[in-house]
Each structure stands twice: as C-alpha cells, then as structure tokens.
C-alpha cells in the first residue's frame, strides 16, 4: 500500500516567486521610482499573476491525486478488513464442524456397534451442516448487490451450533435469552455466535466427553457470555490446536469494545465475554 502524503508547493513556486520580488527590489534600487513604475512594475506584476496562477493549477493538480490516492487507499484498507473478518469466519466454521467430527470418530473407537452407528450418523450430520454454512457463505461472498458481506448466522442458530457440539459428546446445559438478543444488531449477533462456538469447539478438542455449562444473557446495555467445563474427561488426551481461535476472539471482541477472559477455573476451562448491546437491528 503506497505511502500516503499531503499535496504541498513546489520549491519550483516558492523559488520564482522570490526570484521576482527580489528582481522588483533590483529594479527600484537601480531605475529611478518614475521608469519603474512606469513599464517595470506593471512586467513584474504580470509574470507574478503567472507565477501565482501556475503555482494554483499545480496545487488543485496535486490535491486531485491527492484525494484519488486517499479514496484509493480507503478502499483497499476497507477490503483488507472484509477479508480479515471473512477469514475469520471461514475458520470459526472449519474448526468447529472439523473439530466435533473428529472427537466423534475418536470417542466411537472404543466403542460397541450400535454407537459406532450413531456416531456415523452424527458425524454424518454435522458434515452436511458444516458444507451447508460453508456454502452459504460462498453465496454470500458471490452476491454483486453491492452489501455488506456477512454470512448468515444470529442468535436464532445458537441452538444448532449447541446441539453440533453435543453430538461430539459435549453434556452442555445451555441457557440463552433469545428474546432479549433478537434485536441486536446484525454484526452482534454474528460474534455472539462465533464466542458460542469456539468456546465449544475448544471444550471438545481439550477436555472431550464433558460437561458445560454456557449462558448467553443481556444485562442492561451489556451481553453476557459465559461458557464453562468440567475439566477433560477421564482419559481424554487434549487435542492441540493453533492458537489462533481465542486470539481471533480477543479481536473480535476488541472490535466492539468489549472484554474478554478466559483461562482456568476448577478443574476446568472458563471463558467468559462482555459486548456492549450497542445498536439495534
């Protein structure tokens, strides 16, 4: 991205201008005042309105790219942030339906026939929602309408992404005031969801089969999220992952001047979120 500067004077200007004041001053030391401003004035006057013309039709030239390059630049900053956020959400989807698939396969190893079928089916299931939101994505990303590219997700989809996650094993007793955030606005409700579903998809990577705990509540002009573990399952060994789903989350957040916490808690892992309610939809 080219370096942005503020359209000035050229030296050039600045350099002729004060090549004729200094040739009036010449001239009214050498000629006598009268022959002066009889023919020298009256030159010099002309060739400064000249100078002083160029100079304005260099200045307005230079302020005209200025802002072409300013508005340029906006434009490429404001894509550079889409794709950031579209990122984003590409990997909140990928490692959510990726991550409880593979904890259902893992967790059906060990397990009769009859649980085995169930957990194809789960896995199954949550394959076809994962390629569904991923799709629908895609035709978000292609529509030409001009609109703000968001894929479609609100807090009416908290129960799927809960439900998701429970057929990877997760008991998760969840509570979530759906009368109270169906009025936030759009972006809202969008990172409402993404705290929800990493915050899941980290409990089933880390601490397997186990029970949760997640709220979603409006306090005033504040939202609330809370999600809660009870620590691995026995036996369960944590499944590594990148590391950049909570710092994704701490900018998200930071996004809409809120706080974010998380780390341990009793055994288990604790992540809790504060938004400002903010706008209306």
């Keep these: 991205m080219e370096e942005m500067s503020r359209p000035r004077w050229t030296s050039r200007a600045w350099a002729a201008a004060c090549a004729l004041l200094a040739l009036l001053a010449v001239l009214l030391l050498v000629f006598p005042i009268g022959r002066v401003a009889q023919w020298g004035a009256p030159a010099v006057m002309l060739v400064m309105a000249g100078v002083v013309w160029w100079a304005l039709r260099t200045t307005r030239r230079r302020r005209a790219r200025y802002e072409q390059r300013l508005e340029r630049w906006a434009r490429e900053r404001a894509a550079a942030d889409e794709r950031l956020r579209l990122a984003r959400e590409l990997h909140d989807l990928a490692s959510h339906g990726i991550g409880v698939m593979t904890v259902r396969a893992s967790t059906?190893?060990?397990?009769?026939?009859?649980?085995?079928?169930?957990?194809?089916?789960?896995?199954e299931?949550?394959?076809?929602?994962?390629?569904?939101?991923l799709r629908s994505m895609l035709t978000v990303l292609r529509a030409d309408d001009g609109g703000t590219l968001r894929?479609?997700?609100?807090?009416?989809?908290l129960a799927a992404i809960v439900d998701s996650a429970g057929?990877?094993?997760?008991?998760?007793?969840?509570?979530?005031?759906?009368?109270?955030?169906?009025?936030?606005?759009?972006?809202?409700?969008?990172?409402?969801?993404?705290?929800?579903?990493?915050?899941?998809?980290?409990?089933v990577r880390h601490a397997g089969r186990t029970a949760v705990r997640a709220s979603v509540e409006r306090r005033e002009d504040r939202v609330v999220i809370v999600v809660r573990d009870a620590g691995p399952a026995p036996g369960w060994r944590p499944r590594p992952g990148t590391g950049t789903g909570l710092l994704g989350?701490?900018?998200?957040?930071?996004?809409?001047?809120?706080?974010?916490?998380?780390?341990?808690?009793?055994?288990?892992?604790?992540?809790?979120?504060e938004l400002p309610a903010g706008g209306r939809s």
């Design 167 to 203: 057929q990877a094993g997760l008991e998760i007793d969840a509570a979530f005031d759906e009368d109270g955030l169906s009025d936030l606005a759009p972006e809202l409700q969008l990172s409402v969801c993404a705290i929800v579903r990493e915050a899941l998809s980290n409990a």
């Design 125 to 133: 299931r949550v394959g076809r929602r994962s390629t569904e939101q």
């Design 249 to 273: 989350l701490r900018e998200r957040v930071a996004l809409h001047d809120g706080s974010l916490v998380a780390g341990p808690c009793e055994g288990g892992f604790r992540l809790a979120a």
């Design 108 to 123: 059906a190893k060990l397990a009769d026939e009859q649980e085995r079928l169930r957990a194809l089916d789960d896995i």
């Design 151 to 157: 894929p479609p997700c609100g807090v009416a989809d």
